[in-house]
């Protein structure tokens, strides 16, 4: 019989395999092909650390997997790349889908028992966090989507980054109207900055940049205060990075004149 760390493993591998050959399938299917994996990225991240979900852990556990495999998959389908681009992407899916299924099979495990590893498992969780919110609106951006529609996808993918984020919190003693309140509106406040900053003359990385900075400040900020630990000192830290961003970004950007 496998073990989760098995099942993880083959499931990080099948994934990435079939991202490996996304670019060398029919443009005309490619898109059926993408939303092929990203669902079955869904279903291999339940079969390798299923245990009897409640519902909302069915989505809060799996939006991080799923997020990936998306910001993967339309890199791999939008732009040409060359075989050895496409092995090195495969290896960096393969290493970051493998922390992200083991951090979320510890916060499983830890609803039904405290365990030592759940703490490491937050900061794991945090960090990869921002590793996907800069993938996928990186991709987004890239897709040069009308300013309002690239907005609300930001808004409605940062909604479910900050829920699955927040619930790392508290776990089986999360109060969900307060979770969904607060992930709703730090979604909207996110789509509200990418809207703004749109019309600057901004690259695709520096967009993400600027998207993941947002999502580090409220993520961070909301964390702190569920905690109960939110000191004016830590709200002058989060406040500091998140200007020193917008700083850097209008320094860096050419701005035509």
């Excluded at 979770?179 to 730090?186: E, G, H, M, N, Q």
């Amino acid at each position: 019989m496998l073990t989760k760390r098995q099942k993880i493993a083959i499931s990080s591998v099948i994934l990435a395999t079939s991202l490996y050959f996304l670019p060398t399938i029919d443009p005309a299917k490619r898109a059926y092909f993408l939303l092929g994996i990203i669902f079955a990225s869904y279903l291999l991240s339940v079969w390798s650390i299923y245990y009897q979900f409640a519902f909302f852990e069915l989505v809060s556990l799996f939006v991080l997997p799923v997020t990936l495999t998306a910001s993967f998959g339309l890199f791999l389908s939008r732009f040409a790349t060359s075989q050895e681009t496409r092995f090195i992407l495969s290896l960096v899916y393969i290493g970051v889908m493998y922390t992200i299924l083991l951090s979320e099979n510890i916060f499983g495990v830890s609803i039904e028992r405290n365990i030592p590893l759940v703490r490491a498992a937050r900061t794991v969780g945090y960090l990869t966090t921002l590793f996907v919110s800069f993938s996928i609106f990186t991709l987004l951006f890239g897709l040069r989507l009308h300013f309002f529609v690239f907005a609300a996808l930001a808004a409605s993918v940062a909604s479910l980054l900050f829920a699955q984020g927040l619930w790392q919190i508290e776990l089986k003693e999360t109060n969900l109207r307060r979770l969904v309140y607060f992930s709703l509106v730090a979604g909207l406040v996110v789509g509200e900055i990418t809207l703004a900053i749109s019309f600057w003359p901004l690259d695709p990385p520096k967009m993400g940049l600027a998207a993941t900075a947002a999502v580090y400040v409220i993520l961070g900020l909301l964390q702190h205060y569920i905690r109960e630990d939110l000191t004016r000192r830590t709200l002058f830290e989060y406040l500091f990075v998140g200007a020193s961003v917008v700083l850097l970004l209008a320094v860096s950007t050419s701005w035509g004149v």
